[in-house]
């Protein structure tokens, strides 16, 4: 039997869903959250599975970094990856649609209107949250209703812990600036959190989560 000590699983980045071979379907995440978090787990002596979208980002060393490209690519590497880990963290900014048939060639201008037919991904963390094996950390990004929507999220996606991230012209949710945040425990603890750097937020992050033991 394969042990499960000390494996920490962390999802980052954004996914691209492709519309043909040369267009795709993407959001701003840069994945810099993400690989924090993967950094100081590391740091904690953990052992670290990445699974990023594309991103510009350095792979922290000693992490075992898995590529995937699109939701449905994220949700088999999170599937195989889920029972060995003692922890799961999900900051990758999963696109929530993706194009219903992908075209084969590249799609050329006809004059006029261009529809393109989406449909629903999958939710990873959701899934995550069915099979449910260590600690199980989530993220909300709203544009309103910040702690009633991470609470609705919370429950729904049996979470123990959710960080709600405001997506406002002052929180560089997407960039390396600072963010407020708050956080929130299964348990109903809440944690407002203002003005930290990602370094700083995600280890109060990954303190949080390889404590909570109940
Ligand atoms: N998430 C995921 N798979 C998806 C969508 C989201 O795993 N297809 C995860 C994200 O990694 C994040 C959390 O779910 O940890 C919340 O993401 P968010 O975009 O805030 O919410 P959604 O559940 O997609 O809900 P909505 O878009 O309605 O706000």
């Known amino acids: 039997m394969r042990s499960n000590i000390g494996t920490v699983l962390i999802t980052a980045g954004p996914t691209r869903e492709r519309i043909d071979p040369v267009r795709f379907i993407s959001n701003y995440s840069t994945g810099t959250?993400?690989?924090?978090?993967?950094?100081?787990?590391?740091?904690?002596?953990?052992?670290v599975v990445l699974i990023s979208?594309?991103?510009?980002?350095?792979?922290?060393?000693?992490?075992?970094?898995?590529?995937?490209?699109?939701?449905?690519?994220m949700l088999k590497a999170v599937m195989k990856n889920l029972a060995s880990a003692e922890c799961v963290i999900m900051a990758a900014a999963v696109s929530d649609w993706r194009v219903r048939r992908e075209a084969g060639s590249k799609i050329k201008r006809r004059g006029g209107a261009m529809r393109l037919e989406l449909v629903e991904n999958p939710d990873i963390l959701r899934e995550a949250g069915r099979k449910k094996h260590g600690?199980?950390?989530?993220?909300?990004?709203?544009?309103?209703?910040?702690?009633?929507?991470?609470?609705?999220?919370?429950?729904?996606?049996?979470?123990?812990?959710?960080?709600?991230n405001r997506?406002?012209?002052?929180?560089?949710?997407?960039?390396?600036?600072?963010?407020?945040?708050v956080i929130m425990d299964r348990?109903?603890?809440k944690t407002i959190v203002r003005r930290k750097t990602k370094k700083n937020l995600a280890k109060m992050v990954v303190d949080k989560a390889l404590n909570f033991n109940i």
């Open 53 to 73: 979208g594309p991103t510009s980002l350095k792979a922290p060393s000693g992490v075992k970094v898995i590529n995937a490209e699109s939701a449905s690519e």
């Open 33 to 47: 959250f993400g690989y924090e978090i993967a950094r100081e787990a590391k740091r904690r002596g953990k052992r």
């Open 187 to 189: 348990l109903g603890n």
């Open 135 to 164: 600690t199980l950390v989530g993220f909300a990004l709203e544009t309103e209703g910040l702690e009633k929507n991470a609470a609705r999220k919370l429950k729904e996606k049996r979470l123990d812990l959710i960080v709600a």
């Open 167 to 181: 997506l406002s012209s002052k929180n560089d949710v997407f960039g390396p600036g600072r963010v407020d945040v």
